[in-house]
């Protein structure tokens, strides 16, 4: 509780306010009229309950010399202050109902907008519901975090996949040997697009693999002649050397011919038992002949068969075919095309010399077979290791073949725009899977989860908030509504839920007046033309008491009122005290600040418990020097007691509020001037005498006499009387009732006059 304000500097009117001798109690009421300071001071205990300086920052002494200073003493001596900064400690337990409460939660010249209902939401909710709505509030925070943390992870990314969904993206799968299909995909775009100089390139074909047959010459080196004479040839051969004559064989083979029955065709001697001519024989036989023209051609034959050419002309075959093959290198594969002629040619040499030198055994002794059949197999084998040798370039030549006809079948056929589709795939997922992207995907995921995460906890935290907001708002209509009612009002909250609209949690409510929807934005009809001032300020009001009431720390709670009944007609004022009392009743302390003299009195002895069981203070805020104000004990009875009073009244309402008789508010001026100079000069001025004749007596009260203090509102008081005259019989008779009253006129008048009263000057 509340027990006093010490002090209070620099703030509004209350420049230098001690409240030292003013102890507060369970319900403390301030009486002022208006422009004294109340709002001041609620302001003042709003900036206490929200622990924020800027509404008393905002309120500092625009004239005043002290810097805003507060000092509250609370129950054991413990002091809060307010250093011109802030406070020394927030006193949450401090609620307020003011002018500011009404423009933050219901209306702000009567338009009920966004802020208005989320503010309505979160003073409804109260504690009960903080932990729910702070669960929302964090779990909606990090929700956006996350979502902006996938959005930021997204945006670097973008760069990386262009052309194609970041979904698409991310399931790109690694390819290993990317960089080198790039190269050949660029290779065959570079052939599609020349495609028809390439098809015209020649590619290569087989070498011809000889085929040597040596099965002739082993069949003459295999010849035998039987009944040779032995030694015959070797004979015959110096014979001949020994004539020395070219055509001596020849002669002798004709001579052949004439030879019978071993008698010389020549002499006619006999040749029986001669070895040479035996050897004729045998020399110039048929079958002996021919048999050394076949041996004398071996060696033809052989140097033909085993020729260097063979494998030269293989070689050089081979490295045409290479030559071919490789002009193709920079679109295909080529193996490497090779012929190892040195072996080959080394297995020639080897099979010629295995001939020859049986030819030369064969040319030594015709008749004699020459070669075994090792000989034959041992030139098969070395011909087919040279054939094996040929054929293994022709496998490799056939290979590089089948390489270029295909690739020149698939180039006929190639699509250079899919041949492009799939190199910027490739390097998409090159990218895909580079060190940086890896890492930007890594961190995607990681952000999508806790992304998700956060959804899904925000998800859980406004379904809990929604259905505590829901049983809480359905509560708060049926209070509100029941308020409404005992205070008389004719409209009725129609719905009221909650949502989430705008990221952030909001009533809505819509209200009911004789039975039409009322809008509280657009129309008509509208909130702001459907009901009046008093119809609006009722609603706010029936809002704070609702959660008021309803509040389950109301028992600790410093509840201060502003103005409750501003605009109430007394009906509402009547119940609003029975309201009151019920706060009252409730709360550690109830602090109500009033205009009307007669509402305070009224309030007080509603508060006032038969039992004693607690007191009520009556304090009152009043104008001071220079303007400011300083609270005072208030003597409630006797304030209420003077017509002066209800005067003062009339004119206050009716100047801020625009209530009352015009009539009787322009009766009222004479009359609040004449109470006031009575009480301002007591026992000075004559009771029965007229308002002229006291301004008459005080022009001329003589310096020794206190009247002369308020000779400076001599032409003033003239001035008022002069208009505020008319409307009374002593000074217009029979024309009083009837003359003309102008509204804006009577508020001009009827505010000099409270300037009067207030200021004490012209």
């Known amino acids: 509780m509340l027990e006093r304000i010490e002090e209070i500097q620099g703030i509004g009117l209350l420049h230098d306010a001690n409240g030292k001798p003013f102890k507060w109690q369970k319900a403390t009421i301030f009486y002022a009229d208006n422009g004294c300071g109340k709002s001041t001071l609620a302001t003042i205990l709003r900036s206490l309950g929200t622990n924020d300086p800027s509404p008393i920052l905002e309120r500092k002494t625009i004239d005043g010399t002290l810097p805003p200073k507060v000092t509250l003493q609370f129950p054991n001596g413990h002091k809060v202050t307010f250093n011109g900064t802030k406070w020394s400690e927030a006193r949450p337990e401090c609620l307020v109902f003011d002018a500011d409460f009404i423009e933050r939660n219901v209306h702000s010249g009567g338009v009920v907008n966004t802020g208005h209902r989320k503010n309505l939401l979160q003073f409804v909710l109260g504690e009960k519901a903080v932990k729910a709505r702070l669960a929302e509030e964090k779990a909606t925070t990090d929700a956006r975090n996350a979502a902006d943390e996938v959005r930021s992870v997204t945006g670097q990314l973008s760069g990386h996949h262009e052309g194609t969904s970041l979904e698409e993206f991310e399931k790109l799968a690694n390819v290993a040997d990317a960089d080198k299909q790039i190269e050949d995909l660029e290779k065959r775009i570079v052939a599609a697009r020349g495609s028809s100089l390439l098809l015209k390139r020649v590619a290569p074909n087989l070498v011809p693999v000889p085929i040597l047959e040596f099965g002739s010459i082993f069949d003459v080196l295999r010849i035998t002649i039987e009944n040779v004479e032995d030694g015959a040839e070797a004979a015959v051969r110096a014979h001949l050397l020994k004539l020395g004559k070219p055509d001596a064989e020849a002669w002798l083979s004709q001579g052949q011919a004439f030879e019978k029955e071993e008698e010389c065709p020549y002499c006619a001697q006999s040749t029986s038992g001669l070895d040479l001519i035996r050897a004729y024989r045998t020399h110039f036989n048929a079958a002996y002949s021919s048999l050394k023209k076949k041996v004398a051609a071996l060696d033809k034959t052989i140097s033909h068969l085993t020729r260097d050419s063979i494998v030269t002309g293989f070689a050089l075959q081979v490295m045409n075919a290479a030559s071919l093959a490789n002009a193709w290198a920079d679109q295909v594969t080529i193996p490497e095309i090779q012929f190892d002629s040195d072996a080959a040619m080394d297995k020639l040499k080897e099979i010629r010399e295995v001939l020859s030198a049986l030819i030369r055994v064969k ?175 009722t609603l706010a009001f029936a809002f704070f008491v609702a959660s ?52 305070v009195r009224d309030l007080r002895d509603e508060l006032t418990p038969k039992d004693g069981s607690y007191q009520v203070a009556v304090f009152r805020i009043k104008h001071a020097a220079m303007g400011y104000s300083i609270f005072d004990m208030l003597d409630v009875d006797k304030e209420c007691r003077s017509p002066y009073f209800h005067h003062h009244n009339l004119l206050v309402d009716f100047v801020n509020n625009g209530n009352g008789d015009t009539r009787q508010v322009a009766q009222a001026i004479r009359l609040l001037l004449e109470g006031y100079l009575h009480r301002r000069f007591p026992g000075l001025i004559p009771r029965n005498m007229l308002f002229g004749n006291v301004v008459g007596m005080i022009g001329d009260a003589t310096a020794s006499s206190p009247l002369r203090h308020a000779q400076c509102l001599i032409k003033e008081l003239n001035e008022i009387n002069a208009y505020a005259g008319r409307f009374h019989h002593d000074t217009n008779p029979g024309n009083a009732d009837s003359a003309q009253i102008i509204s804006g006129e009577l508020i001009t008048y009827a505010n000099r006059a409270l300037n009067v009263i207030h200021k004490g000057t012209a």
């Open 363 to 537: 040319q030594g002794d015709p008749t004699a077979a020459a070669g075994t059949t090792g000989h034959a197999e041992n030139i098969t084998r070395l011909w087919t290791e040279i054939s094996a040798l040929m054929d293994q370039s022709n496998q490799v030549i056939g290979d590089a073949k089948l390489t270029i006809e295909k690739f020149k079948q698939k180039l006929a056929a190639e699509d250079v725009e899919q041949l492009l589709t799939q190199q910027k795939d490739l390097e998409l997922a090159k990218k895909r899977h580079s060190c940086v992207v890896v890492a930007l995907i890594a961190d995607l995921v990681a952000a999508r989860a806790k992304s998700t995460s956060a959804e899904s906890a925000k998800r859980a935290a406004r379904t809990s908030l929604d259905a505590l907001m829901g049983q809480t708002l359905r509560d708060y209509r049926n209070t509100i509504n029941q308020l409404l009612a005992k205070f008389g009002a004719t409209f009725q909250i129609d719905a009221m839920d909650a949502n989430f609209r705008g990221n952030m949690p909001r009533s809505e409510y819509g209200l009911a007046l004789r039975g039409k929807s009322v809008s509280l934005e657009g129309g008509p009809p509208s909130f702001g033309t459907a009901l009046s001032e008093g119809d609006k300020r």
């Open 548 to 599: 008021t009431l309803s509040d389950s720390k109301l028992n600790a709670r410093i509840v201060v009122v502003d103005d409750p009944m501003c605009s109430f007609d007394l009906n509402r004022k009547q119940h609003t005290r029975l309201v009151l009392k019920e706060i009252c009743a409730k709360a550690e302390q109830l602090v109500v600040l009033a205009h009307d003299i007669y509402f």
